[in-house]
């Protein structure tokens, strides 16, 4: 099969970095371009990356010339793919110039998720949200849409909390994380500041946790989606880890379930099975959520690469005194929480035939007499 040509935007930044990781060798898309701010463009990747990643940069990309940050200014073919790492500010101004000549956008970006038309996904948790794009007015003139993954520890969270909310019903919930350095992108935090330390404070992250949150387990109705009907309180502290959020979660339950039901409800959760006629997406995990029975687990060094780093490790689940039951989620947040979402999102897009014909608008369906 002939691999779709794929572009990222922000390619020399943390999640840029895994997108290059992930995709070298992906069987259905092929990097063709790369683009990042001006301070890159025109250099070689090789000479405008500082790459930290733990496998070698591949020869192929370091010898690519970074690109302009605009549409126009791309030499050669644009491609109609875009992986978009950019920080919200710039994606806000940059992302809609590429939907609007057609691209697919499938951003790590919080620039557009809360809003009304642009689907937020994940995609074992709702997929079926991908169909609000139709909605989109770059949809309907050029073909492009914006797509977008949430923040990395609200995908954890949600993969831990879909099968509990489908079989037993969510009320409230409080959540208080310890995410990694890695999280802040390059150079991020300060080493003075983060060194032995703990920082009781990520700018905007609890408040994207919480409306993010609702929106994944929320429900198309129509043009919009319903958001679920949920309290969630978000604590979100930074620690001196390099990858992987951990999260310690009390749940209250609408139905009362057993310690058996709810790893009945982890172990039975795979949503994605059979979605590609049988065989598995690329980059999904076979087993999205992985139950540890070991008391002192998951720990982000022992098991954030578990499903190549896209699948949520659960453990410790107790009963809690002030909810229903408690337990600790982690998950690699650059690659289940950021790039490797948005590598899955493309390849449930292109399943369901979204990434064909882009850069010309859909046709409007014939109305039966
Ligand atoms: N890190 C994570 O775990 C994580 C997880 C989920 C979501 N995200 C989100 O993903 C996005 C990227 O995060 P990151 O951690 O990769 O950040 P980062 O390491 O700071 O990288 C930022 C990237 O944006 C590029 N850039 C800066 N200004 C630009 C401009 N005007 N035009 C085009 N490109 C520009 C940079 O290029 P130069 O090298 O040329 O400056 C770099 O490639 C953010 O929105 C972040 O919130 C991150």
């Known amino acids: 099969m002939e691999r779709r040509k794929v572009g990222i935007l922000g390619a020399t930044g943390m999640v840029g970095q895994r997108f290059i990781q992930l995709l070298s060798n ?52 644009l491609p109609k793919i875009i992986f978009a790492a950019l920080d919200a500010d710039i994606a806000r ?25 642009v689907p937020l996904v994940v ?48 009320e409230s919930l409080f959540v208080s994380t310890m995410q990694a350095v890695s999280g802040a992108g390059y150079p991020g935090v300060p080493s003075l500041d983060i060194l032995g330390n703990v920082v009781p404070f990520i700018k905007n992250e609890e408040e994207k946790m919480e409306e993010e949150v609702v929106k994944l387990l929320g429900r ?16 979100c502290n930074r620690v001196a880890v390099e990858d992987g959020h951990t999260e310690c979660v009390s749940i209250k339950l609408r139905t009362k379930a057993t310690k058996e039901q709810i790893l009945a409800a982890w172990s039975e959760f795979t949503p994605l099975r059979g979605f590609a006629g049988g065989k598995p997406l690329p980059t999904a995990p076979d087993q999205p959520i992985e139950y540890e029975e070991t008391v002192d687990r998951p720990q982000p060094r022992l098991d954030r690469m578990r499903g190549a780093g896209m699948a949520a ?12 039951w408690k337990f600790v989620v982690l998950s690699h947040n650059t690659i289940r929480g950021a790039a490797g979402a948005a590598v899955l999102n493309a390849e449930v897009l292109a399943l369901l035939g979204k990434l064909d ?6 046709q409007p369906m014939a109305v039966l007499a």
């Open 26 to 77: 992906h069987p259905w898309f092929e990097i063709t371009w790369l683009a990042a701010s001006d301070r890159s463009a025109g250099k070689t990747f090789g000479e405008a990356c500082r790459w930290k990643l733990d496998t070698p940069l591949p020869p192929k990309i370091a010898a690519m010339t970074v690109q302009p940050n605009v549409p126009e200014g791309c030499v050669g073919e």
């Open 93 to 117: 101004e940059l992302e809609p110039k590429f939907a609007a000549v057609g691209c697919a956008v499938i951003s790590n970006s919080s620039a557009f998720r809360m809003v009304t038309d």
């Open 123 to 170: 995609p074992e948790v709702n997929a079926d949200h991908l169909e609000l794009i139709e909605q989109q007015s770059w949809r309907k003139e050029s073909g492009g849409y914006i797509v977008t993954n949430p923040n990395c520890s609200a995908i954890g969270l949600v993969l831990a909390l879909k099968p509990l909310q489908e079989r037993f019903g969510i």
């Open 220 to 235: 198309v109705a129509g043009d919009h989606v319903q958001m679920l009907d949920a309290k969630l309180s978000a604590h």
């Open 313 to 324: 490790t659960v453990g410790r689940l107790r009963e809690c005194s002030l909810l229903d």
């Open 357 to 362: 014909k882009l850069g010309v608008p859909p």
